[in-house]
Protein backbone atom coordinates (compact mmCIF):
# COMPACT_ATOMS: atom_id res chain seq x y z
CA UNK A 1 0.00 0.00 0.00
CA UNK A 2 2.84 2.28 0.63
CA UNK A 3 6.42 2.10 -0.46
CA UNK A 4 9.01 4.34 0.00
CA UNK A 5 12.19 4.48 -1.08
CA UNK A 6 15.78 5.71 -0.62
CA UNK A 7 13.93 9.14 0.74
CA UNK A 8 15.53 12.19 1.35
CA UNK A 9 14.26 15.11 2.85
CA UNK A 10 15.72 18.90 3.69
CA UNK A 11 13.66 21.75 5.26
CA UNK A 12 16.35 24.04 5.26
CA UNK A 13 19.78 22.58 3.86
CA UNK A 14 20.37 19.75 5.92
CA UNK A 15 18.79 16.33 5.95
CA UNK A 16 16.38 15.36 8.20
CA UNK A 17 15.84 12.40 6.08
CA UNK A 18 18.84 10.91 4.87
CA UNK A 19 17.41 7.70 2.79
CA UNK A 20 14.57 5.99 4.36
CA UNK A 21 13.33 2.64 2.91
CA UNK A 22 9.55 1.79 4.10
CA UNK A 23 7.13 -0.61 3.12
CA UNK A 24 3.57 -1.46 4.60
CA UNK A 25 1.33 -4.05 3.18
CA UNK A 26 -1.76 -3.75 2.85
CA UNK A 27 -3.77 -4.62 5.86
CA UNK A 28 -0.70 -4.06 8.34
CA UNK A 29 -1.03 -2.02 11.66
CA UNK A 30 2.38 -0.99 11.53
CA UNK A 31 3.87 1.39 14.35
CA UNK A 32 6.46 3.96 13.80
CA UNK A 33 9.03 4.27 16.68
CA UNK A 34 12.09 6.66 17.19
CA UNK A 35 13.24 9.57 19.42
CA UNK A 36 12.26 12.90 19.21
CA UNK A 37 13.55 14.42 16.39
CA UNK A 38 14.37 11.22 14.24
CA UNK A 39 12.28 12.39 11.25
CA UNK A 40 9.24 10.55 11.94
CA UNK A 41 6.81 13.44 11.27
CA UNK A 42 8.69 13.95 8.27
CA UNK A 43 8.52 10.91 6.97
CA UNK A 44 4.67 10.98 7.53
CA UNK A 45 4.75 14.54 5.67
CA UNK A 46 6.27 13.54 2.60
CA UNK A 47 3.61 10.13 2.75
CA UNK A 48 0.86 12.28 2.33
CA UNK A 49 2.55 14.89 0.41
CA UNK A 50 2.68 18.34 2.07
CA UNK A 51 6.41 17.82 2.18
CA UNK A 52 8.43 16.94 -1.53
CA UNK A 53 11.71 15.33 -0.59
CA UNK A 54 14.69 16.33 -2.05
CA UNK A 55 14.94 12.97 -3.76
CA UNK A 56 13.76 9.28 -3.70
CA UNK A 57 10.09 7.93 -4.13
CA UNK A 58 6.66 7.58 -2.22
CA UNK A 59 4.24 5.10 -3.49
CA UNK A 60 0.63 5.09 -2.81
CA UNK A 61 -1.05 1.87 -4.26
CA UNK A 62 1.42 1.91 -6.57
CA UNK A 63 1.15 4.80 -8.14
CA UNK A 64 3.49 7.98 -7.31
CA UNK A 65 2.80 10.43 -4.96
CA UNK A 66 2.84 13.12 -7.53
CA UNK A 67 0.54 11.73 -9.63
CA UNK A 68 -2.25 11.78 -7.57
CA UNK A 69 -4.42 14.60 -7.30
CA UNK A 70 -5.18 16.01 -3.75
CA UNK A 71 -8.70 14.74 -3.71
CA UNK A 72 -8.79 11.65 -5.04
CA UNK A 73 -5.64 10.90 -2.43
CA UNK A 74 -7.51 11.52 0.43
CA UNK A 75 -10.07 9.36 -0.81
CA UNK A 76 -7.85 6.40 -0.23
CA UNK A 77 -5.62 7.95 2.23
CA UNK A 78 -6.54 9.36 6.09
CA UNK A 79 -4.60 11.44 8.46
CA UNK A 80 -4.90 12.28 11.62
CA UNK A 81 -1.94 14.92 12.31
CA UNK A 82 -0.17 15.00 15.83
CA UNK A 83 -2.03 18.64 18.05
CA UNK A 84 -4.95 19.30 16.26
CA UNK A 85 -6.91 22.55 17.36
CA UNK A 86 -10.01 23.62 15.92
CA UNK A 87 -9.68 27.50 15.70
CA UNK A 88 -13.03 27.33 15.93
CA UNK A 89 -16.03 25.71 18.27
CA UNK A 90 -17.65 23.18 15.63
CA UNK A 91 -19.72 20.48 16.43
CA UNK A 92 -18.53 16.96 16.83
CA UNK A 93 -20.81 16.41 14.00
CA UNK A 94 -19.79 19.31 12.37
CA UNK A 95 -16.43 18.45 12.23
CA UNK A 96 -16.82 14.10 11.90
CA UNK A 97 -18.63 15.46 8.21
CA UNK A 98 -15.58 17.58 7.37
CA UNK A 99 -14.29 13.89 6.32
CA UNK A 100 -16.80 13.62 3.81
CA UNK A 101 -15.15 16.60 1.75
CA UNK A 102 -13.08 14.42 -0.42
CA UNK A 103 -16.12 12.65 -1.67
CA UNK A 104 -18.33 15.36 -2.64
CA UNK A 105 -18.32 17.23 -6.27
CA UNK A 106 -16.54 20.52 -6.15
CA UNK A 107 -19.62 22.54 -6.22
CA UNK A 108 -21.68 20.68 -3.36
CA UNK A 109 -22.14 21.63 -0.19
CA UNK A 110 -23.89 19.27 1.71
CA UNK A 111 -23.46 15.03 0.73
CA UNK A 112 -26.59 13.78 1.18
CA UNK A 113 -24.90 10.35 1.21
CA UNK A 114 -22.92 11.07 3.93
CA UNK A 115 -24.83 10.52 6.20
CA UNK A 116 -24.33 5.99 6.72
CA UNK A 117 -20.35 6.75 6.20
CA UNK A 118 -20.36 9.41 9.47
CA UNK A 119 -23.19 7.46 11.51
CA UNK A 120 -21.07 4.81 11.15
CA UNK A 121 -17.65 6.36 12.32
CA UNK A 122 -19.58 7.87 15.39
CA UNK A 123 -20.40 4.47 16.54
CA UNK A 124 -16.95 2.88 15.79
CA UNK A 125 -15.02 5.76 17.89
CA UNK A 126 -18.57 5.69 20.62
CA UNK A 127 -19.08 9.21 20.32
CA UNK A 128 -23.02 8.74 18.74
CA UNK A 129 -24.23 10.02 22.07
CA UNK A 130 -21.80 13.02 21.98
CA UNK A 131 -22.30 14.34 18.21
CA UNK A 132 -24.46 17.62 18.96
CA UNK A 133 -21.48 18.52 22.03
CA UNK A 134 -18.77 21.24 21.28
CA UNK A 135 -15.43 19.96 20.11
CA UNK A 136 -14.40 22.37 23.49
CA UNK A 137 -16.91 20.67 25.92
CA UNK A 138 -14.83 16.90 25.04
CA UNK A 139 -11.94 15.68 27.48
CA UNK A 140 -8.73 14.68 25.60
CA UNK A 141 -9.29 10.93 24.66
CA UNK A 142 -13.01 11.86 23.14
CA UNK A 143 -11.34 14.70 21.10
CA UNK A 144 -8.87 12.38 19.46
CA UNK A 145 -11.58 10.24 18.97
CA UNK A 146 -13.17 12.73 17.00
CA UNK A 147 -10.36 13.59 15.09
CA UNK A 148 -10.29 9.46 14.29
CA UNK A 149 -14.01 9.09 13.32
CA UNK A 150 -13.32 12.31 11.16
CA UNK A 151 -10.53 10.09 9.29
CA UNK A 152 -13.00 7.40 9.64
CA UNK A 153 -15.69 9.02 7.68
CA UNK A 154 -13.65 9.53 5.24
CA UNK A 155 -13.60 5.97 4.12
CA UNK A 156 -9.85 5.63 2.57
CA UNK A 157 -8.46 2.30 2.68
CA UNK A 158 -5.03 3.76 4.64
CA UNK A 159 -5.01 5.29 8.28
CA UNK A 160 -1.81 7.77 9.18
CA UNK A 161 -1.81 9.17 12.15
CA UNK A 162 1.10 11.08 14.17
CA UNK A 163 1.15 10.28 17.86
CA UNK A 164 -2.63 9.35 18.42
CA UNK A 165 -2.04 9.02 22.16
CA UNK A 166 -0.27 11.82 23.03
CA UNK A 167 -1.15 13.59 26.25
CA UNK A 168 -3.61 10.84 27.18
CA UNK A 169 -3.61 8.60 30.21
CA UNK A 170 -3.20 4.48 29.88
CA UNK A 171 -6.19 4.03 29.56
CA UNK A 172 -7.58 6.37 27.20
CA UNK A 173 -4.72 5.26 25.07
CA UNK A 174 -5.69 1.42 25.01
CA UNK A 175 -9.14 2.91 23.98
CA UNK A 176 -7.23 4.57 21.31
CA UNK A 177 -5.12 1.55 20.14
CA UNK A 178 -7.82 -0.60 20.30
CA UNK A 179 -10.06 1.67 18.62
CA UNK A 180 -7.88 1.55 15.06
CA UNK A 181 -6.36 -1.73 15.93
CA UNK A 182 -10.24 -3.34 15.93
CA UNK A 183 -10.77 -1.26 12.19
CA UNK A 184 -7.88 -2.62 11.20
CA UNK A 185 -9.25 -6.31 12.12
CA UNK A 186 -12.68 -5.86 10.99
CA UNK A 187 -11.80 -3.81 7.70
CA UNK A 188 -8.42 -4.63 6.92
CA UNK A 189 -7.66 -0.67 6.93
CA UNK A 190 -3.81 -0.09 6.57
CA UNK A 191 -2.34 1.92 9.50
CA UNK A 192 0.84 3.30 9.69
CA UNK A 193 1.36 5.60 13.09
CA UNK A 194 3.77 7.31 14.71
CA UNK A 195 3.60 5.96 18.29
CA UNK A 196 6.02 7.16 21.96
CA UNK A 197 4.76 3.99 24.03
CA UNK A 198 6.90 0.98 23.47
CA UNK A 199 4.37 -1.82 25.41
CA UNK A 200 1.78 0.26 23.90
CA UNK A 201 3.25 -0.55 20.44
CA UNK A 202 4.14 -4.05 20.25
CA UNK A 203 0.82 -4.93 21.99
CA UNK A 204 -1.29 -3.54 19.31
CA UNK A 205 1.00 -3.51 16.35
CA UNK A 206 1.44 -5.91 13.63
CA UNK A 207 5.25 -4.48 12.56
CA UNK A 208 7.33 -1.99 13.47
CA UNK A 209 9.77 0.01 11.93
CA UNK A 210 12.20 1.49 14.50
CA UNK A 211 13.71 5.12 13.47
CA UNK A 212 17.23 6.57 14.05
CA UNK A 213 18.59 9.80 12.87
CA UNK A 214 16.70 10.09 9.40
CA UNK A 215 16.81 6.46 8.42
CA UNK A 216 15.26 2.97 8.88
CA UNK A 217 17.38 1.14 11.51
CA UNK A 218 15.01 -2.20 11.24
CA UNK A 219 11.78 -2.95 10.13
CA UNK A 220 9.37 -6.15 10.49
CA UNK A 221 7.01 -8.02 13.05
CA UNK A 222 7.40 -7.20 16.31
CA UNK A 223 8.92 -9.63 17.92
CA UNK A 224 11.30 -9.74 15.50
CA UNK A 225 12.49 -5.89 15.55
CA UNK A 226 11.74 -5.29 18.91
CA UNK A 227 15.16 -6.51 21.26
CA UNK A 228 16.99 -5.20 23.91
CA UNK A 229 20.07 -4.54 21.38
CA UNK A 230 17.78 -2.60 18.63
CA UNK A 231 15.94 -0.79 21.21
CA UNK A 232 18.90 -0.04 23.16
CA UNK A 233 20.60 1.25 20.32
CA UNK A 234 17.93 3.63 18.80
CA UNK A 235 16.98 5.42 22.11
CA UNK A 236 20.45 5.04 24.00
CA UNK A 237 19.32 3.45 26.63
CA UNK A 238 19.31 -0.24 28.64
CA UNK A 239 16.51 -1.94 28.52
CA UNK A 240 15.54 -5.72 29.32
CA UNK A 241 12.39 -7.04 27.11
CA UNK A 242 10.41 -9.42 28.78
CA UNK A 243 8.60 -11.90 26.48
CA UNK A 244 5.18 -12.89 28.17
CA UNK A 245 1.15 -12.82 26.62
CA UNK A 246 2.10 -8.98 26.42
CA UNK A 247 6.01 -7.51 26.00
CA UNK A 248 6.99 -5.82 27.88
CA UNK A 249 10.20 -3.22 27.61
CA UNK A 250 11.48 -2.71 31.18
CA UNK A 251 14.19 0.41 30.97
CA UNK A 252 16.99 -0.47 33.03
CA UNK A 253 18.45 2.82 32.55
CA UNK B 1 -33.45 28.84 17.14
CA UNK B 2 -32.12 27.05 13.49
CA UNK B 3 -30.26 28.52 11.38
CA UNK B 4 -33.13 29.05 8.52
CA UNK B 5 -34.78 31.47 11.25
CA UNK B 6 -31.94 33.72 11.78
CA UNK B 7 -31.13 34.12 8.34
CA UNK B 8 -35.06 35.49 8.31
CA UNK B 9 -34.79 37.52 11.02
CA UNK B 10 -31.54 39.03 9.29
CA UNK B 11 -33.81 39.61 5.98
CA UNK B 12 -36.24 41.44 8.35
CA UNK B 13 -33.62 42.97 10.06
CA UNK B 14 -31.94 44.71 6.30
CA UNK B 15 -35.37 45.34 5.30
CA UNK B 16 -36.04 47.72 8.24
CA UNK B 17 -32.87 49.48 8.75
CA UNK B 18 -32.68 49.86 5.21
CA UNK B 19 -36.45 51.62 5.02
CA UNK B 20 -35.61 53.99 8.55
CA UNK B 21 -31.52 54.46 6.70
CA UNK B 22 -34.22 56.37 3.64
CA UNK B 23 -36.34 58.31 6.53
CA UNK B 24 -33.95 59.55 8.21
CA UNK B 25 -31.16 63.00 7.51
CA UNK B 26 -31.44 66.82 7.68
CA UNK B 27 -35.29 66.03 6.05
CA UNK B 28 -37.03 63.56 7.65
CA UNK B 29 -39.51 61.81 5.60
CA UNK B 30 -41.77 59.63 6.54
CA UNK B 31 -41.99 55.79 6.36
CA UNK B 32 -44.90 55.74 4.44
CA UNK B 33 -43.89 58.33 1.82
CA UNK B 34 -40.83 56.29 1.55
CA UNK B 35 -42.55 53.19 0.83
CA UNK B 36 -45.10 54.95 -1.85
CA UNK B 37 -41.46 56.55 -3.43
CA UNK B 38 -40.01 52.79 -3.68
CA UNK B 39 -43.05 51.31 -5.11
CA UNK B 40 -43.84 53.73 -7.53
CA UNK B 41 -40.50 52.96 -8.79
CA UNK B 42 -41.58 49.54 -9.43
CA UNK B 43 -42.95 48.97 -13.60
CA UNK B 44 -46.13 48.93 -14.35
CA UNK B 45 -47.87 48.70 -10.64
CA UNK B 46 -46.19 51.64 -9.28
CA UNK B 47 -48.03 55.20 -8.97
CA UNK B 48 -46.56 58.37 -6.60
CA UNK B 49 -48.93 59.84 -3.94
CA UNK B 50 -49.71 63.28 -4.98
CA UNK B 51 -49.79 64.84 -1.46
CA UNK B 52 -45.87 65.00 -0.76
CA UNK B 53 -43.40 67.91 -0.70
CA UNK B 54 -41.55 68.18 -4.11
CA UNK B 55 -37.88 66.67 -3.82
CA UNK B 56 -38.58 64.65 -1.18
CA UNK B 57 -38.61 61.94 -4.57
CA UNK B 58 -34.84 63.12 -5.66
CA UNK B 59 -33.87 63.33 -2.03
CA UNK B 60 -34.28 59.31 -1.39
CA UNK B 61 -33.68 58.23 -4.87
CA UNK B 62 -31.00 59.94 -6.02
CA UNK B 63 -29.39 60.85 -2.71
CA UNK B 64 -30.19 58.62 0.08
CA UNK B 65 -30.87 55.48 -1.61
CA UNK B 66 -26.95 54.92 -3.08
CA UNK B 67 -26.17 56.00 -0.09
CA UNK B 68 -27.70 52.97 1.83
CA UNK B 69 -26.72 50.65 -0.87
CA UNK B 70 -23.34 51.54 -0.76
CA UNK B 71 -23.64 50.71 3.40
CA UNK B 72 -25.35 47.43 2.53
CA UNK B 73 -22.60 46.35 0.10
CA UNK B 74 -19.26 47.86 2.16
CA UNK B 75 -20.83 46.03 5.00
CA UNK B 76 -21.49 43.01 3.37
CA UNK B 77 -18.03 42.88 1.71
CA UNK B 78 -16.15 43.60 4.54
CA UNK B 79 -18.38 41.08 7.42
CA UNK B 80 -17.90 38.46 4.33
CA UNK B 81 -13.98 39.52 3.81
CA UNK B 82 -13.44 39.25 7.71
CA UNK B 83 -15.37 35.67 8.01
CA UNK B 84 -13.18 34.54 5.65
CA UNK B 85 -10.26 35.60 6.95
CA UNK B 86 -10.66 34.68 10.23
CA UNK B 87 -11.28 30.92 8.69
CA UNK B 88 -8.65 31.23 6.64
CA UNK B 89 -6.06 32.09 9.41
CA UNK B 90 -8.29 30.20 11.95
CA UNK B 91 -8.44 33.08 14.29
CA UNK B 92 -11.46 35.51 15.20
CA UNK B 93 -9.31 38.28 15.80
CA UNK B 94 -8.32 38.74 12.09
CA UNK B 95 -9.79 41.02 10.26
CA UNK B 96 -9.13 43.39 6.36
CA UNK B 97 -8.30 46.10 8.29
CA UNK B 98 -5.75 44.60 11.02
CA UNK B 99 -3.62 42.87 8.33
CA UNK B 100 -3.37 45.52 6.01
CA UNK B 101 -5.53 44.79 3.49
CA UNK B 102 -7.32 48.40 4.04
CA UNK B 103 -4.19 49.81 4.27
CA UNK B 104 -2.69 48.96 1.06
CA UNK B 105 -5.77 49.64 -0.93
CA UNK B 106 -5.94 53.01 0.11
CA UNK B 107 -2.08 53.27 -0.25
CA UNK B 108 -3.07 52.21 -4.51
CA UNK B 109 -6.01 54.81 -4.29
CA UNK B 110 -4.10 57.25 -3.41
CA UNK B 111 -1.87 56.60 -5.67
CA UNK B 112 -4.50 56.18 -8.31
CA UNK B 113 -5.90 59.67 -7.76
CA UNK B 114 -2.77 61.86 -8.09
CA UNK B 115 -2.25 59.73 -11.36
CA UNK B 116 -5.82 60.51 -12.42
CA UNK B 117 -6.42 63.61 -10.45
CA UNK B 118 -7.52 65.67 -13.78
CA UNK B 119 -9.08 63.08 -15.68
CA UNK B 120 -12.68 62.23 -16.00
CA UNK B 121 -14.25 58.95 -18.05
CA UNK B 122 -15.74 56.05 -16.76
CA UNK B 123 -12.57 54.58 -16.58
CA UNK B 124 -11.13 56.53 -13.72
CA UNK B 125 -13.50 54.83 -11.13
CA UNK B 126 -12.10 51.50 -12.27
CA UNK B 127 -8.75 52.10 -12.95
CA UNK B 128 -8.78 53.77 -9.14
CA UNK B 129 -10.22 50.39 -8.10
CA UNK B 130 -7.98 48.15 -9.75
CA UNK B 131 -5.19 50.13 -7.99
CA UNK B 132 -6.41 49.72 -4.67
CA UNK B 133 -7.17 46.15 -5.24
CA UNK B 134 -3.49 45.48 -6.52
CA UNK B 135 -2.20 47.61 -3.23
CA UNK B 136 -4.60 45.64 -1.03
CA UNK B 137 -3.09 42.34 -2.34
CA UNK B 138 0.60 43.59 -1.99
CA UNK B 139 -0.25 44.36 1.34
CA UNK B 140 -1.78 41.42 2.50
CA UNK B 141 1.04 38.97 0.93
CA UNK B 142 4.03 41.01 2.39
CA UNK B 143 2.15 40.53 5.63
CA UNK B 144 1.79 36.85 5.34
CA UNK B 145 5.81 36.14 4.12
CA UNK B 146 6.99 38.68 6.73
CA UNK B 147 4.73 36.52 9.22
CA UNK B 148 5.84 32.89 7.65
CA UNK B 149 8.65 30.96 9.45
CA UNK B 150 9.32 27.60 7.48
CA UNK B 151 5.85 26.76 6.69
CA UNK B 152 3.75 28.11 9.29
CA UNK B 153 2.06 31.25 9.08
CA UNK B 154 2.06 32.40 13.24
CA UNK B 155 -1.25 34.22 13.68
CA UNK B 156 0.40 36.57 15.99
CA UNK B 157 3.12 37.30 13.37
CA UNK B 158 0.74 37.65 11.15
CA UNK B 159 -1.21 40.62 12.98
CA UNK B 160 2.25 42.14 13.81
CA UNK B 161 3.18 42.50 10.01
CA UNK B 162 0.08 43.62 9.30
CA UNK B 163 -0.27 46.44 11.81
CA UNK B 164 3.88 47.33 10.98
CA UNK B 165 2.64 47.26 7.24
CA UNK B 166 -0.74 49.45 8.06
CA UNK B 167 1.18 51.63 9.97
CA UNK B 168 3.78 52.50 6.89
CA UNK B 169 1.62 52.15 4.27
CA UNK B 170 -0.86 54.56 6.29
CA UNK B 171 1.86 57.12 6.78
CA UNK B 172 2.64 57.25 2.95
CA UNK B 173 -0.50 57.32 2.08
CA UNK B 174 -0.57 60.55 3.92
CA UNK B 175 3.01 61.60 2.76
CA UNK B 176 1.27 61.29 -0.47
CA UNK B 177 -1.82 63.57 -0.37
CA UNK B 178 0.00 66.10 2.12
CA UNK B 179 2.71 66.67 -0.75
CA UNK B 180 0.98 66.04 -4.21
CA UNK B 181 -2.99 66.69 -3.58
CA UNK B 182 -3.21 70.55 -4.02
CA UNK B 183 -6.54 70.43 -1.49
CA UNK B 184 -5.94 67.17 1.01
CA UNK B 185 -9.31 67.92 3.13
CA UNK B 186 -11.81 66.18 1.14
CA UNK B 187 -9.45 62.85 0.10
CA UNK B 188 -7.95 63.26 4.13
CA UNK B 189 -12.04 63.21 5.04
CA UNK B 190 -13.35 60.18 2.19
CA UNK B 191 -10.06 58.45 4.19
CA UNK B 192 -11.96 58.35 7.46
CA UNK B 193 -14.53 56.46 6.02
CA UNK B 194 -18.12 57.45 4.48
CA UNK B 195 -20.68 56.29 2.56
CA UNK B 196 -22.26 59.56 2.51
CA UNK B 197 -20.99 60.44 -0.56
CA UNK B 198 -22.08 57.73 -2.89
CA UNK B 199 -23.55 57.88 -6.50
CA UNK B 200 -25.09 55.40 -8.61
CA UNK B 201 -22.10 54.99 -10.44
CA UNK B 202 -19.84 53.90 -7.62
CA UNK B 203 -22.27 51.31 -7.24
CA UNK B 204 -22.03 50.03 -10.53
CA UNK B 205 -18.50 49.38 -9.54
CA UNK B 206 -18.76 48.03 -6.17
CA UNK B 207 -22.06 46.12 -7.02
CA UNK B 208 -20.91 43.57 -9.13
CA UNK B 209 -17.55 42.81 -7.50
CA UNK B 210 -19.97 41.79 -4.17
CA UNK B 211 -22.33 40.23 -6.21
CA UNK B 212 -19.76 37.52 -7.93
CA UNK B 213 -17.84 37.23 -4.49
CA UNK B 214 -20.74 35.79 -2.10
CA UNK B 215 -21.37 32.53 -4.19
CA UNK B 216 -17.28 32.24 -4.56
CA UNK B 217 -16.63 32.61 -1.26
CA UNK B 218 -19.90 30.13 -0.45
CA UNK B 219 -18.01 27.29 -2.84
CA UNK B 220 -14.75 28.32 -0.65
CA UNK B 221 -16.61 27.55 2.51
CA UNK B 222 -16.35 24.18 2.76
CA UNK B 223 -12.33 24.59 2.37
CA UNK B 224 -12.82 27.68 4.92
CA UNK B 225 -14.18 24.73 7.46
CA UNK B 226 -11.23 22.71 6.87
CA UNK B 227 -8.55 25.32 7.46
CA UNK B 228 -10.36 26.26 10.50
CA UNK B 229 -8.98 22.76 11.74
CA UNK B 230 -5.57 23.71 10.68
CA UNK B 231 -3.33 23.45 7.35
CA UNK B 232 -2.25 19.70 7.59
CA UNK B 233 -6.45 18.84 8.42
CA UNK B 234 -7.52 20.44 5.28
CA UNK B 235 -5.05 18.75 3.16
CA UNK B 236 -5.75 15.63 4.78
CA UNK B 237 -9.54 15.74 3.56
CA UNK B 238 -8.73 16.60 -0.10
CA UNK B 239 -8.27 20.89 -0.22
CA UNK B 240 -5.82 22.19 -2.63
CA UNK B 241 -4.14 24.45 0.31
CA UNK B 242 -2.15 26.36 -1.69
CA UNK B 243 -4.70 27.13 -4.35
CA UNK B 244 -7.27 27.05 -1.74
CA UNK B 245 -5.82 29.70 0.14
CA UNK B 246 -4.76 31.93 -2.37
CA UNK B 247 -8.86 32.52 -3.79
CA UNK B 248 -9.45 33.09 -0.55
CA UNK B 249 -6.86 35.45 0.22
CA UNK B 250 -7.86 37.11 -3.36
CA UNK B 251 -11.34 37.29 -2.67
CA UNK B 252 -10.80 38.45 1.06
CA UNK B 253 -8.84 41.21 -0.32
CA UNK B 254 -10.86 41.62 -3.26
CA UNK B 255 -13.93 42.60 -1.14
CA UNK B 256 -12.27 44.67 1.31
CA UNK B 257 -10.35 46.57 -1.63
CA UNK B 258 -13.09 47.50 -3.64
CA UNK B 259 -14.55 49.60 -0.80
CA UNK B 260 -11.59 51.68 -0.10
CA UNK B 261 -11.98 54.17 -3.09
CA UNK B 262 -15.81 54.54 -2.00
CA UNK B 263 -16.27 54.43 0.98
CA UNK B 264 -12.77 55.10 2.72
CA UNK B 265 -11.38 52.74 5.28
CA UNK B 266 -14.10 51.35 7.81
CA UNK B 267 -12.82 49.20 10.62
CA UNK B 268 -13.45 46.30 12.23
CA UNK B 269 -17.44 45.63 11.05
CA UNK B 270 -15.32 42.74 9.65
CA UNK B 271 -13.91 42.00 12.59
CA UNK B 272 -17.39 42.10 14.33
CA UNK B 273 -20.12 40.87 12.38
CA UNK B 274 -18.43 37.32 11.86
CA UNK B 275 -17.80 37.22 15.68
CA UNK B 276 -21.57 37.89 16.50
CA UNK B 277 -22.90 35.70 13.56
CA UNK B 278 -20.79 32.98 14.55
CA UNK B 279 -22.23 32.91 17.79
CA UNK B 280 -25.98 32.74 16.72
CA UNK B 281 -25.06 30.54 13.37
CA UNK B 282 -21.97 28.56 14.64
CA UNK B 283 -18.54 28.36 12.89
CA UNK B 284 -19.87 26.14 9.62
CA UNK B 285 -18.61 28.59 6.87
CA UNK B 286 -21.38 27.59 4.90
CA UNK B 287 -24.19 29.65 7.05
CA UNK B 288 -21.57 31.88 8.76
CA UNK B 289 -20.35 33.86 5.29
CA UNK B 290 -24.06 34.08 3.82
CA UNK B 291 -24.96 35.17 7.05
CA UNK B 292 -22.37 37.75 7.45
CA UNK B 293 -23.35 39.18 4.21
CA UNK B 294 -26.74 39.45 5.48
CA UNK B 295 -26.07 41.02 9.35
CA UNK B 296 -23.09 42.49 7.67
CA UNK B 297 -25.03 44.93 5.30
CA UNK B 298 -27.69 45.81 7.81
CA UNK B 299 -25.12 47.00 10.42
CA UNK B 300 -22.89 49.12 8.54
CA UNK B 301 -26.42 50.94 7.49
CA UNK B 302 -27.26 51.45 10.94
CA UNK B 303 -23.88 52.73 12.00
CA UNK B 304 -24.25 54.59 8.39
CA UNK B 305 -27.83 56.25 9.73
CA UNK B 306 -25.74 57.13 13.09
CA UNK B 307 -23.30 58.47 11.89
CA UNK B 308 -25.73 60.73 9.65
CA UNK B 309 -28.12 61.25 12.70
CA UNK B 310 -26.20 62.27 16.20
CA UNK B 311 -24.61 65.91 15.24
CA UNK B 312 -26.00 68.32 12.65
CA UNK B 313 -23.21 67.33 10.66
CA UNK B 314 -22.10 63.79 9.12
CA UNK B 315 -19.56 62.28 11.54
CA UNK B 316 -17.60 60.13 9.13
CA UNK B 317 -19.15 56.36 9.60
CA UNK B 318 -15.35 55.25 10.25
CA UNK B 319 -14.84 56.67 13.38
CA UNK B 320 -18.17 55.42 14.67
CA UNK B 321 -16.98 51.73 13.36
CA UNK B 322 -13.37 52.58 14.80
CA UNK B 323 -15.28 53.53 18.27
CA UNK B 324 -17.33 50.28 18.78
CA UNK B 325 -14.78 48.06 16.98
CA UNK B 326 -12.17 49.64 19.69
CA UNK B 327 -14.90 48.62 22.82
CA UNK B 328 -15.31 45.41 21.20
CA UNK B 329 -11.46 44.09 20.54
CA UNK B 330 -11.70 45.04 24.62
CA UNK B 331 -14.74 43.04 25.74
CA UNK B 332 -12.94 40.14 23.34
CA UNK B 333 -9.61 40.42 25.04
CA UNK B 334 -11.83 40.75 28.38
CA UNK B 335 -13.53 37.57 27.37
CA UNK B 336 -10.57 35.77 26.22
CA UNK B 337 -8.47 36.58 29.99
CA UNK B 338 -11.42 35.45 31.25
CA UNK B 339 -12.23 32.21 29.68
CA UNK B 340 -8.51 31.51 30.72
N1 LIG C 1 9.20 23.02 9.77
C1 LIG C 1 10.47 22.71 10.07
N2 LIG C 1 11.48 23.53 9.70
C2 LIG C 1 12.76 23.24 9.97
N3 LIG C 1 13.16 22.14 10.63
C3 LIG C 1 12.21 21.25 11.03
C4 LIG C 1 10.83 21.50 10.76
N4 LIG C 1 10.11 20.46 11.26
C5 LIG C 1 11.01 19.61 11.81
N5 LIG C 1 12.27 20.08 11.68
C6 LIG C 1 13.49 19.40 12.14
O1 LIG C 1 13.54 18.13 11.53
C7 LIG C 1 13.94 17.15 12.44
C8 LIG C 1 12.93 16.03 12.48
O2 LIG C 1 11.71 16.51 12.96
P1 LIG C 1 10.43 15.61 13.08
O3 LIG C 1 10.20 14.89 11.79
O4 LIG C 1 9.34 16.45 13.58
O5 LIG C 1 10.86 14.55 14.19
P2 LIG C 1 9.96 13.57 15.05
O6 LIG C 1 8.56 13.64 14.57
O7 LIG C 1 10.59 12.24 14.84
O8 LIG C 1 10.09 14.00 16.47
C9 LIG C 1 14.12 17.85 13.78
O9 LIG C 1 15.48 18.06 13.99
C10 LIG C 1 13.42 19.15 13.61
O10 LIG C 1 14.06 20.16 14.34
MG1 LIG D 1 6.78 14.22 15.53
Redesign the interface.
Known amino acids: MIEVEDLRCA??GSDVLKGVDLEVEEGTFMGLLGPNGCGKTTLL?CI???LRPRRGSVRIMGREISGWG??????KL??V?QD????????VE??VA??R??H?G??Q??DPDGGASVNRALRWTGLSELRSKKISMLSGGERQRAFIA??FA?DADILLMDEPTKNLDIRHSMDIMSLVRKKNGKEGLTILAVLHDLDLSVRFCDKVALMKDGKVYDIGPVRKVINEDSVGDVFDIDVKVHRGKHMHIEVLG | MNRRGIILIGVLLLATSSLLALSVGTARIPLDSIAGILISRVPFIGSLPESQPSGWETIVMDIRLPVVIMAMLAGAALSASGASL??L????LVDPFIIGISAGGAFGWVLALIVTIDSTGWWVQWFRASLSFAGAITAVTAAYLIART?SRVPVTNLLLAGVAISASLTAATQFGIYLLVEDPRPVMISLLGTCSNSRWGEILVVAPVVLISLPAL??L??DL??F???E??A???????ERSKFLILAVASLLAAVTVPFCGMIGFVGLMVPHMV?RFM???H?WLIPGSFLFGSSFLILCDMFSRSIMDRIVPLGMVTGFLGGLFFLYLIAAGRRSG
Open positions: YNRTGSRKELSRSIPTSPGFDFSEVMGYPMRFLTRAQ | QGFKNPGIFSRNASMGEERGVGVNVRGPDR
